[in-house]
C-alpha cells in the first residue's frame, strides 16, 4: 500500500536542511543521482521516523556531499525528522502516476477558505507537476497581510500519492471540523433505553474489546470485532443503542445514514465514505455508526437481487468494504451499522473483519412495553398502573416508538379535554357575572385516562404487523444455525 515494503532498491542518506521554498523537492549530488539510476524530476518516497513518509522530486544540488540529501524545513516536518548532522531517511525510487483529484483542507486557515486562497492553492500546484502523499502537510503564501497558509492532503485518487498535473482536480474543503457529524457526548446514555439488557451488555463489550483491549485480543492473533450489525423492526431502539453506547464507553460517535450517503451529489459518493472513514480514524477511539445502512448495503449484483446494478449504492457500498478492511487491524474504530431488513443486506458486509457480530434489537414483550408506556408518561402526566397494564395486554408488536407515540397522542387529547373543561368553566361563569379564572388557577396534574389511552391506540393503528415479526425471526434462527453469513439469507 505504501509502496516502501516491497523488493524493489533503496538508499539511505544523512538528511541535511536547506533554506528554500520549495516544498516539493529534495537535492542530492550529481554522481548520486545517476549512481541511484534516478535522474533530475524522478519521484521518490521518503521515509522518516517511524513510518512517516513523503514523497518528492529529485534535484541536482551543486552543494551536496554525496551521501546526503538536502530537504526544507516543510518537508522535514512531513517525515518527523530534525535535520542534526546524523539523522538519515531512506528513499524508494517509485513513478507517481497522474492524480485524477486531491482533496486539501487547510490546517492553520483563519476559518473559512475564501476565493483568494483558492487562488493562491491553484497557483502552487500550477505547471509544477507536483507529487503529493496523504497526509503530507504543505505551505502557500496566501498572499500580503495574511501570511503563509498550511494545508494537508487529505485524499488522493488513485491513493495513497500521485502527481499533481494540469487536469487534476484541487477539492479544497474548510477546516476539519468533527463537530459536523459529531454528535456530542452525553446527549443519550442507557438509562434512556428501557430494558435490553442483554443486548446492552453485549454491545458494551463489543466496543470495549475493540477500543480498550485491542492487544491482548492481538497477543492471540485474533483481532477483535471490527463492528456490529444491530437488525430489528422499526423503532425498537436501534439508532438510541448506538448513540448511548458511544456515551457509555466514552469514545466520540460519527453517524452516517445510508439514503443521506446516496443523495450526496453524483461523483462524491465514493470520497464520502472515504471522508468519513478518515475523519473516524483521526478521532479514534470512537464509533462510526451506519444508520440504516439497507439504503446502501442491499445484496449486490452476483450475491442477490436486490442491489442497484453497479449504481450509487453499489459504489459506495463497495467503498465502505474497502475502507473496512483497509483500517488495519489496531485502528480503533468500531463500527456499528444498523437495519430493519436484514433479510435484504448483502452478506459480504458480515464477514470476518466487517460486521461480524449481529445483535437482534427485537420487539419489546409485555413486560417492556409496561416499562416504557411508563417511562413516556412520566414526564408530566400520571397514569394508573392497573390502567396501563390492561393497555399493555393490547399492544402485543408494538415496537418503543410506537408506544411512545400512543402516549404522546393520550397526552393531547388530556390537554384538549383539560383546556375544553377551563373553558367551558369560564363561560358558565361569565354567564353567572363571577370573574373570570386567572390563568393556571386550576391546573392539576393531569391525569391520563384509560380511554384516552384506548383513543390514542386506536388513532395510532397497528403498525408492526405479523409479517414483519416473521422476518426478523427467520433471520434469528438462520443466524443460530450459522447460515446467513454464508449468503443463504
Ligand atoms: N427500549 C426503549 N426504551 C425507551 N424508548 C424506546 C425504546 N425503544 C424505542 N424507544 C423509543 O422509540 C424511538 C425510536 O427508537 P430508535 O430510533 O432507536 O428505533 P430504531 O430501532 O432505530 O428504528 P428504525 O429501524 O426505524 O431506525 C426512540 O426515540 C424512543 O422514543
Ligand atoms: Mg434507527
Known amino acids: ?35 541511484s539510476g534516478l535522474s533530475p524530476g524522478s519521484t521518490v ?6 513510518s512517516h513518509q513523503t514523497m518528492c522530486y529529485v534535484l541536482a544540488g551543486d552543494s551536496c556531499p554525496d551521501g546526503h540529501i538536502q530537504m526544507n524545513g516543510v518537508i522535514q516536518n512531513n517525515l518527523h525528522i530534525c ?39 491553484q497557483q502552487y500546484f500550477e505547471n509544477r507537476r507536483r507529487p503529493v502523499r496523504i497526509g503530507d502537510v504543505f505551505t502557500v503564501g496566501a498572499g500580503a497581510g495574511v501570511g503563509h497558509i498550511e494545508f494537508q492532503v487529505i485524499e488522493t485518487e488513485p491513493r495513497p500519492y500521485c502527481l499533481v498535473v494540469h487536469d487534476t482536480v484541487i477539492h479544497c474543503s474548510n477546516p476539519i471540523n468533527h463537530d459536523e457529524v459529531e454528535v456530542s457526548l452525553g446527549e443519550i446514555d442507557y438509562d434512556d433505553i428501557c430494558g435490553l439488557e442483554s443486548v446492552k451488555r453485549e454491545l458494551k463489550e463489543l466496543v470495549e474489546y475493540r477500543i480498550k483491549f485491542s492487544e491482548k485480543f492481538l497477543k492471540f492473533d485474533t483481532p477483535p470485532s471490527r463492528g456490529v450489525l444491530l437488525y430489528g423492526p422499526p423503532g425498537c431502539g436501534k439508532t438510541l443503542l448506538a448513540k448511548a453506547v458511544a456515551n457509555e464507553c466514552h469514545v466520540k460517535f460519527f453517524s452516517i445514514k445510508g439514503p443521506e450517503l446516496l443523495t450526496m451529489q453524483s461523483g462524491t459518493f465514493g470520497a464520502n465514505v472515504r471522508d468519513a472513514f478518515r475523519k473516524a480514524r483521526q478521532a479514534a477511539p470512537c464509533v462510526l455508526f451506519f444508520d440504516e445502512l439497507d439504503a446502501i448495503a442491499k445484496a449486490r449484483s452476483g450475491s442477490g437481487s436486490a442491489s442497484d446494478g453497479g449504481g450509487p449504492a453499489d459504489r459506495i457500498f463497495n467503498q465502505i468494504l474497502t475502507e473496512m478492511d483497509g483500517m488495519g487491524s489496531m485502528k480503533n474504530v468500531f463500527i456499528i451499522g444498523a437495519t430493519n431488513r436484514p433479510d435484504i443486506i448483502d452478506p459480504d458486509i458480515l464477514r470476518s473483519g466487517r460486521l461480524d457480530e449481529l445483535i437482534y434489537v427485537p420487539l419489546p414483550n409485555d413486560q417492556l412495553r409496561l416499562v416504557i408506556l411508563k417511562s413516556a408518561i412520566r414526564q408530566s402526566f400520571t397514569a394508573k398502573d392497573d ?51 386567572e390563568l393556571g388557577e386550576s391546573d392539576p396534574v393531569p391525569e391520563i385516562s384509560l380511554d384516552h389511552l384506548k383513543e390514542a391506540l386506536e388513532i395510532a393503528g397497528r403498525f408492526v404487523n405479523k409479517t414483519n415479526r416473521d422476518i426478523y425471526e427467520n433471520f434469528e434462527t438462520l443466524q443460530q444455525s450459522g447460515s446467513a453469513n454464508s449468503g443463504r439469507i
Open 1 to 35: 500500500m505504501d509502496g516502501t515494503n516491497e523488493k524493489q532498491p533503496s538508499y539511505e542518506f544523512i538528511a541535511d536542511n536547506v533554506i528554500n521554498n520549495d516544498n516539493s523537492a529534495v537535492y542530492l549530488s550529481k554522481q548520486t543521482i545517476e549512481g
Open 45 to 50: 518516497i521518503i521515509k522518516g521516523i517511524k
Open 83 to 121: 535535520c542534526n548532522g546524523a539523522t538519515t531517511v531512506t528513499i524508494y525510487p517509485r513513478i507517481a502516476p497522474r492524480g485524477t483529484c486531491i482533496y486539501v483542507s487547510p490546517v492553520t486557515a483563519p476559518g473559512v477558505v475564501n476565493i483568494l486562497i483558492k487562488a493562491n492553492l
Open 387 to 437: 390502567d396501563l397494564a390492561v393497555l399493555v395486554s393490547g399492544t402485543k408488536d408494538y415496537s418503543g416508538a410506537n408506544l411512545v407515540e400512543i402516549c404522546q397522542r393520550a397526552c393531547k387529547l388530556t390537554i384538549k379535554k383539560l383546556i375544553r373543561k377551563e373553558t367551558n368553566l369560564d363561560e358558565e361563569r361569565q354567564h353567572s357575572g363571577e370573574a373570570p379564572m
